[in-house]
């Protein structure tokens, strides 16, 4: 299939999921949308940083644009990761402390200032400056927040393995051109790729991603996890 409907496609594959979430709990709904208008808009502006050096990818409005899909992929990609320990461990929140919202928002301008100092300035690949990034914020908050540490890591061990399966149904039996294509990162020494056309930079990604936003919301409201 034409690899340019390769990132439309994982953006239906994401809002698939984030559906099957939505319906699943209903006490999740309210937070699923809110975490995901923001992760919209944050998908929306990472790109100044992805199309630098990581990725073109083909949309429905061209190449290196802005586009639709960009949104899709972010706040489905924010929803799923900020719901999926809710999901798989039967959780829900309960106010535990006072928040931390004037903190998380200056970790956030913090984390634009970094990605414009390392990938901007002095060079580094974008793709392992966000990554550092989530890790560095994900383990900061779990110095304040020691009883987020378990939920930090199986979200992104669950996000990593969810999205090693759907990379590997689209990028292994359908689009299997696509990386190449599109990733500015292929035949260079970062390149590698595991199990077939899955960058491993991708897994990293997600990996880092799922365990900083995977404990973002209850760091930032101060609520912590309790059966349902």
Request: net charge positive; hydrophobic share 50%.
């Amino acid at each position: 299939m034409d690899y340019k409907y390769g990132y439309l496609s994982l953006g239906v594959f994401l809002f698939l999921i984030w559906i099957l979430f939505y319906v699943l709990r209903k006490d999740l709904r309210r937070k699923l949308i809110k975490v995901s208008l923001y992760g919209g808009l944050i998908g929306v502006i990472s790109e100044y940083w992805y199309f630098q050096d990581y990725w073109h990818p083909y949309s429905i409005l061209g190449r290196k644009v802005i586009s639709p899909e960009d949104f899709i992929f972010g706040s489905t990609i924010a929803g799923i990761s900020v719901a999926v320990y809710d999901i798989f461990f039967q959780k829900k929140d309960e106010d535990f402390v006072i928040n931390n919202k004037k903190t998380f928002g200056i970790m956030f301008l913090i984390s634009i200032a970094s990605l414009f100092l390392f990938n901007i300035f002095l060079g580094f690949n974008s793709i392992f400056v966000s990554s550092i990034i989530f890790i560095s914020l994900a383990l900061f908050m779990l110095t304040k927040r020691p009883d987020l540490i378990k939920e930090a890591f199986l979200s992104g061990s669950i996000v990593l393995i969810m999205m090693f399966v759907v990379y590997h149904i689209l990028f292994n039996m359908i689009f299997l051109d696509f990386w190449d294509k599109c990733w500015l990162l292929a035949n260079t020494k970062y390149g590698i790729t595991v199990y077939g056309n899955i960058p491993l930079t991708e897994m990293i990604w997600y990996f880092t991603w799922g365990s900083f936003s995977g404990v973002a919301y209850n760091f930032a409201s101060g609520k912590k996890k309790i059966p349902l």
